[in-house]
T-cell receptor, first 116, second 113 residues
Framework: GAVVSQHPSRVICKSGTSVKIECRSLDFQATTMFWYRQFPKQSLMLMATSNEGSKATYEQGVEKDKFLINHASLTLSTLTVTSAHPEDSSFYIC????????????FGNGTRLTVT | QKEVEQNSGPLSVPEGAIASLNCTYSDRVSQSFFWYRQYSGKSPELIMSIYSNGDKEDGRFTAQLNKASQYVSLLIRDSQPSDSATYLCAVRHYGGATNKLIFGTGTLLAVQP
């Protein structure tokens, strides 16, 4: 089945630094990828939709200058958390839809970000 | 009103019993519905998808959809301790240039051995 790879799985950084998270579709081309964030005991909240070759579409309340998304190829999208603060500590999950496989989303394994 | 609502639980069932998980949604034009299972600290994995009214069975899992009442449910037969997880209901929104998947808050299922 379709596989989405996300890296790193866990990162700890100091406040004020930037962190880049990569999301790759391994066996299909994804023109659209989605970035979610999940705080403990809460559901997945869509942050932005990443479109290959164009600007990402951000959900209301998500700062596009803080969460930089780049979708430079059909198999790679990156999320950069700039000037991270402790309140950015969360579980970040990317997902993509296999256009050959229909509607379901396939999720990466997630990145646990801890900002100290 | 939240777009996708689920009882947070925990729902506790004994091993071997049927677990029934429910979800309601607010957008009448939603047409695609999904159930994901999420273990603690892991990302969600797709369990079932359902697109038309009625029941859809896959192994021990049955998804039920009633568009008129705007609810979708998931039944797990012969529940096993390994089924203990958070079950997320997701609804696809059609609109604009992209289709968004909106998640409920999830129901925590605990299967007691």
């Amino acid at each position: 089945g379709a596989v989405v790879s996300q890296h790193p799985s866990r990162v700890i950084c100091k406040s004020g630094t930037s962190v880049k998270i990569e999301c790759r579709s391994l066996d299909f081309q994804a023109t659209t990828m989605f970035w979610y964030r999940q705080f403990p005991k809460q559901s997945l909240m869509l942050m932005a939709t990443s479109n290959e070759g164009s600007k990402a579409t951000y959900e209301q309340g998500v700062e596009k200058d803080k969460f930089l998304i780049n979708h430079a190829s059909l198999t790679l999208s990156t999320l950069t958390v700039t000037s991270a603060h402790p309140e950015d500590s969360s579980f970040y999950i990317c997902s993509a839809r296999d256009p050959q496989g229909g509607s379901p989303l396939h999720f990466g394994n997630g990145t646990r970000l801890t900002v100290t | 009103q939240k777009e996708v609502e689920q009882n947070s639980g925990p729902l506790s069932v004994p091993e071997g019993a049927i677990a029934s998980l429910n979800c309601t949604y607010s957008d009448r034009v939603s047409q695609s519905f999904f159930w994901y299972r999420q273990y603690s600290g892991k990302s969600p994995e797709l369990i079932m998808s359902i697109y038309s009214n009625g029941d859809k069975e896959d192994g021990r899992f049955t998804a039920q959809l009633n568009k008129a009442s705007q609810y979708v449910s998931l039944l797990i037969r012969d529940s096993q301790p390994s089924d203990s997880a958070t079950y997320l209901c997701a609804v696809r929104h059609y609109g604009g240039a992209t289709n968004k998947l909106i998640f409920g808050t999830g129901t925590l299922l605990a299967v007691q051995p």
